[in-house]
Structure formats: C-alpha cells, structure tokens
C-alpha cells in the first residue's frame, strides 16, 4: 500500500432497475444514475440583481433531508441515496449521497477533475486510485483527489459496506471544468456475494466496534 496518506484513520424504497428480469444488460446500464445525460449539474439563479428572490426562498426550502423520503436507486452491488444535489435547489456547489455496497462489490471505475471525501460508516474495503489501492474501515475517510481515476471495492464477502459521500462536482463544472469519465461501468450483474442483498434503509451498527473508534 502505498504510503501517501489517501485515506485518513479515525477513531421507502425506490424502483431498482436492475430487478427486471426482461431488460437486456445494455438497457440496465442506460438506467443506472451515472448513464442519465440529462442531470442538472448546476442550477439556474434568475431574478432581481439583489438577488433577494432567490435569498427568500433559499430560507424558505426544508433543512433537514428525511432519508425515508429518498429511496435508494442502482444495485444489485452498490445502491445509491442521493440526499442533496443541484436539482433539489438547496445547495449549489456540492452533492451529498449515501454509498451502500452489497458483500464483495465493486463500483463504477471513472474518473473526474472535482474532488471527493467518503466517511466509511461501516465495513471494510478499499480503493483503487491510479493503480494504487488504499484500504478503509468503518470510521475512516477516503480521499479521491484532482484527476483521479478510482474505483471503490468491498472486501467483506458476507457484510455490506456504507459510505456517506460529499463532493464538490457542480462548483467545479460551474467552473467549467468539465472532464468527466467513465471507465468501466457500474456492475448491473448479479454475484454469488451480492444475490438477494437488500440496501439498508435504516443505520445499523453492524460493523461497528463497540465504544467506537
């Protein structure tokens, strides 16, 4: 492992595509998350040049984001639960999202020029940055850096893995840098590791040490 310090130690359910057992795997793939073009990346701002408009209702939109009110999309290895972004018109500069990875999968492998920090809420896996690997547990904090192509892996077998995910990808497109690319798609097939995985609606402790970190 390499000693650059990439990860840092520390102490009601939606339609899955995946689940239609009449879809080709070319046409699971056009219906994961990361296969849609027509996400908004940044949002518009139009009104009076005080802006007083959009302050308004920036003070008007709910602060507290109920996960039962999201459901997760994706699967059957990792699922998604997307909390904030552009679209949802609270923020505008990050996105926020829940990471859970069925035992033994693997992500998409791509690459983009916006940074990314994943809080491993539980299990143990680990990252593969540039042809690097860095291990994780629950507790840590994984860095993807500028330019990085990565792909996020768990190595438990039997327990899945969770990560709550914030990135800054609308600042950086706002800034129009733009670079963005996908490597190898997000894995629509089924493994023996993955098979009958449900995505976890509520916290659990499940890999958590006892007294915490």
């Known amino acids: 492992m390499d000693s650059e310090p990439r990860v840092q130690k520390g102490a009601a359910n939606a339609p899955i595509g995946h689940n239609s057992e009449n879809q080709t795997r070319e046409e699971k793939i056009a219906n994961l998350y990361h296969s849609k073009k027509d996400r908004i990346f940044v ?13 308004d209702r920036l003070r008007a939109v709910p602060r507290v984001r109920k996960a039962k009110e999201i459901g997760f999309i994706d699967g059957p290895q990792c699922f998604s639960r997307h909390y904030v972004e552009p679209k949802d018109g609270i923020t505008q500069t990050f ?36 042809g690097v690997r860095y291990d994780w547990q629950a507790g840590d904090v994984a860095i993807v850096h500028n330019n990085c ?26 800034l129009n840098m733009l670079f963005q690319k996908t490597v190898k798609d997000r894995p629509v097939d089924v493994t023996p590791e993955s098979e009958g995985f449900i995505a976890r609606e509520i916290e659990e402790d499940l890999n958590h040490p006892e007294g915490g970190y």
């Open 43 to 55: 949002r518009s701002i139009q009104g009076a040049y005080n802006v007083k408009e959009e302050l």
């Open 149 to 174: 192509v990565h792909q996020h892996f768990n190595a438990d077998p039997k327990k899945p893995a969770r990560a709550i995910v914030i990135k800054t990808k609308p600042m950086y497109l706002f």
């Open 95 to 130: 996105h926020l999202h829940l990471e859970e990875y069925a035992p033994g999968a693997s992500s998409q492998k791509h690459g983009h020029v916006n940074e990314a920090a994943f809080y491993i809420l539980d299990g143990t896996g680990y990252e593969i940055h540039d």
